[in-house]
Every structure is written in C-alpha cells, then in structure tokens.
C-alpha cells in the first residue's frame, strides 16, 4: 500500500492542477481539528449517541419509539452531500463552518428546551438542527483535504476522531448529567455554550485561497472528473462498500443508554458508563488507531470493524447485570473508537486533494458510513421488539463479521489482478 504522501499521484491530473493553483497552507497541526470537529460531535453525539435517547425513553417513548427517533436523525447524515456543495462555493469553508455550528447550537437548545414537555416535537427540532449538523461535517472535511498535509492525514483523522467519537460522548454525558440534576433552563445554556465555544478554534486559521472559478460550466466539469476519480477507481470500489457495510457503523453507540434499565444500572452510572469514562475510552481507542502500521487501509479498517463483535457478543450473550454492561459497552467504545479513526483515514485517502470538490467528495463518502448506522439502528430495534433487549447486541455482534468475507474476496482478486500486470519470462 503506497504512503499517504503518494496519495496525490494516484489521482486525475485534475486534482493535481486544481491542489497546484492553490495557496496550499501546510501550518495547521492535526491536533486543531480536536476543537474544530467538537461543535458536530457534541450535536450528533447528544441526539444520536446517547443522551436524548435516555432522556426520550425517560419522557415515555418506548425502546422501539426511540430507535425509530434515532433512526429518523439519522437519514441526514445519509443525504446531506445534497446540500454539501455550499461548503465549496462562495464563501470561505471557515465561514460556512461558523455559520452551520451556530444554527445547529440553537436547534439543539431549542429541542432540549421543550423535550420534556413535547418529546416528539423536539425529535423534528433535532432533525431540522441535523441538517446544519452536517453541514459542519461538510466544511471541516474539506478543510482537512486543503490544510493537512497527505502524510499528516492519518493523525488529524486520529483527532478529528478523538473529538468525534471522545467529544461525542463526553459532551453529551455532561449535558445528560447537567439534564437529570438542574432544571431546563440552566442546562439548555450549558448545551448552546457547549457547541458555539469550541469555534475559537477558527482563531489564527489560514484557509488556502481558492482558485477562481473559470466559468459554470468548466466549473461543473471540473468536479464530474474529480467525483468521477474519487467514485470509479477500481480500488475505490472495495472501499465504498466497506462504508456501506455494517461492521464499522457503531450503531449500537446509540442504542446504550436506552437499554441500560435492562441491565440494572442506574441513570447516574450511564453518564459516567456511557458518557465521560466511554468518551475518554472512545478518544483513546481513535488515537491508538493513529498508530496503526500502514498496510492497506481497506483492510485495516474491515479488521478493526470486525472487532466489535466481542463485546456486542459479550453484552448478548452474559448475565444481564451492571458489571457486564459496564465490562461490554466500554470494550465496545473502544473498539469503535479504533474502527472510527480508520473509517476517516480511508475516507480521506480515497478524496486525496482538495480539489474544487473536496467538501462534497468528503461528505459523499462520510455520507456512504452512515448508511449502515441508520440502517442498522433501525434492525437492532426490530430485533429488540422480537426477542427483547438482548436482541440489540446480538444483532450488532452478528454483523460485525460481515467484513471477514469481504477481506478474503479482495485479497484474492488483488493477487489476481497483480498475477495479470506481471510481464510473461
């Protein structure tokens, strides 16, 4: 597998001149997109991860009501390359990633506002603030293609990851613990300074020029080739159904809290189980993936989904008490944390420059990853209606060995496509 730092060779002269005319800025540390992607984690984290499926589920919403919530919050992230081109045009990437994070912080007080009173309201109040949510996603994506380095990309996705998966949790944990101990009021100011804080990271940041636009119509063409060779490379194509595969989506993050009760633990422990203790194991999990010796990223991230079924398996399958709740969700918030930061490497690797397209090529790809969160959310509910709360891990761990077979078919036709370049002696 080449080295990041070949990455740009291997993709359409078109990226090449597009990556050339710009006033490429080198200076961004990988560990400033811990802050940058913080506002998105703390959004989805809360509404999708955690937090409010508790908070729903304590408002009266069944296991299966809540998973269809989740579910629902979750079709953005499947769609939101439609409205991702805005982080490209017009105005600088920062400026959209402000703008975004703002509007997605006053949906999120807004929805925590009336939760309790109308929790169904407040559902579509999270799904309105998630179309903003993803813009975020978009803009930062295309930051990191214009501002870190090809060699550096691995980390930043370590960070960005860190603040993702770690952020995500801890965020939300302290907003769920803020929400069962003061009232609405003082908590909904915590949730809004939790996601509008963290813009200060913009400070001092030096977005590369873009080149300009030389016409609509070259401008479209432009971005047909570089879809087309991010979309249609043959060694694009294992990856893409890597995204859209189950074992890396992590859709059991989500689902957590809601069945907690089953296991006997309390309201407080979750926050710290799944909250603060699981966001500091997830942020560990996505810096160890860091780490990982550079072999090929499709496989690395198929072997590190296919992980996650030791403790989905565990938390199906062991007495249904406190210790093995606590024991198989934060093995399991590790394990996704390490599958997270490889899913964001190989998406990366497969944008490669920045191009006039980098935030919509990031966000088609993130986009193909959250497939199989939402569908996957949506089958560990039906699992859980037929055969009760177990059938939510059980369901996670069973499809998290979908990428053992996968591993082995591209194996196979990677040596046979190698056999087929070899000149005859």
């Not at 965020?171 to 069962?180: D, H, K, T």
Request: aromatic fraction near 10%; include cysteine.
């Amino acid at each position: 597998m080449p080295s990041d730092s070949d990455v740009t060779t291997r993709l359409s002269p078109s990226l090449d001149e597009n990556e050339s005319r710009e006033a490429v800025v080198r200076a961004v540390g990988p560990s400033r997109f811990l802050w940058i992607v913080l506002p998105y984690a703390i959004y989805i984290g809360f509404t999708t991860n955690g937090g409010a499926s508790l908070l729903l589920r304590r408002a009266g919403l069944s296991v299966g009501e809540v998973a269809n919530a989740i579910a629902l919050l979750g079709i953005p992230a499947t769609l939101y390359f439609l409205w991702s081109p805005l982080a490209d045009l017009w105005l600088p990437r920062r400026t959209w990633y402000a703008l975004s994070t703002s509007l997605a912080g006053i949906a999120l007080a807004v929805g925590c506002w009336i939760l309790e009173k109308d929790p169904r309201l407040s559902i579509w109040i999270f799904f309105i603030g998630m179309l903003f949510c993803m813009l975020i996603s978009s803009a930062y994506g295309g930051l990191m293609a214009s501002l870190v380095a090809p060699e550096q990309r691995t980390r930043a996705s370590a960070w960005a990851q860190a603040s993702n998966l770690g952020g995500g949790a801890v965020g939300p944990g302290i907003l769920l613990y803020v929400a069962l101990h003061i009232t609405s009021s003082a908590w909904v100011l915590i949730a809004l300074a939790l996601v509008m804080l963290p813009m200060m990271a913009l400070i001092g940041l030096q977005e590369p020029v873009r080149a300009p636009t030389p016409g609509f119509r070259l401008h479209l063409s432009e971005i047909g080739h570089e879809l087309r060779d991010t979309c249609l490379l043959p060694r694009n194509f294992f990856g893409l159904l890597l995204l859209l595969a189950p074992p890396g989506a992590g859709a059991l993050i989500g689902l957590l809290p809601a069945i907690s009760p089953d296991y006997h633990v309390a309201g407080a422990s979750v926050v710290w189980i799944n909250g603060i203790g699981g966001g500091l194991l997830m942020a560990v999990g996505c810096l160890v993936g860091g780490w990982v010796p550079r072999f090929d990223r499709r496989i690395a991230y198929a072997l590190a989904g296919a992980l996650n079924a030791l403790p989905a398996g565990y938390l199906a399958f062991a007495p249904p008490n406190t210790t093995t709740y606590l024991i198989g969700t934060v093995t399991y918030l590790f394990t996704i944390g390490l599958t997270s930061t490889l899913s964001m490497d190989l998406v990366l690797d497969m944008v490669g420059a920045a191009g006039r397209s980098g935030s919509l090529r990031y966000s088609i790809l993130s986009a193909l990853s959250y497939v199989p969160i939402a569908y996957m959310t949506w089958l560990e509910g039906r699992a859980a209606d037929a055969f009760g709360f177990k059938g939510v891990p059980a369901m996670e761990a069973l499809s998290a060995l979908f990428d053992l077979p996968l591993i082995l078919i591209w194996v196979l036709w990677s040596r046979r496509s190698r056999a087929r370049v070899v000149p005859f002696l």
